[in-house]
């Protein structure tokens, strides 16, 4: 079964960055495509970066420019660096394959507060 453990959130100033690590355990790790998912209290999760099997990556309109994803298929890790935060990208962040997988991991919390 696929394990997955997200660390790095903290809070930080408006305008700071944060750097979202997250480590996968199982074999399919190199066979799909992974992304970093946001959620609010009360509000949807939603996807605002995906990578490819290979170079390919996508962004949200809200976060492209800002946040830059990429993977290590040898160790098995996805990051999501994250810069000029904004108040709006207070969420906990969450890691999994795209499409999802039905168990997420705990997720790491991101505040960005003045």
């Known amino acids: 079964q696929v394990q997955i453990v997200e660390s790095g959130g903290g809070s930080v100033r408006p305008g700071g960055s944060l750097r979202l690590s997250c480590v996968v355990s199982?074999?399919?790790?190199?066979?799909?495509?992974w992304a970093w998912y946001r959620q609010v209290p009360g509000g949807q999760r939603e996807m605002v970066a995906r990578?490819?099997?290979?170079?390919?990556?996508w962004y949200a309109d809200s976060v492209k420019g800002r946040f830059t994803i990429s993977r290590d298929n040898v160790k098995s890790t996805v990051t999501l660096q994250m810069s000029s935060l904004q108040p709006e990208d207070t969420a906990v962040y969450f890691c999994?394959?795209?499409?999802?997988?039905?168990?997420w991991g705990q997720g790491t919390q991101v505040i960005v507060d003045s």
């Open positions: 990578h490819g099997t290979k170079t390919s990556t």
């Open positions: 199982g074999d399919i790790f190199n066979f799909v495509d």
């Open positions: 999994n394959k795209y499409p999802f997988l039905a168990n």
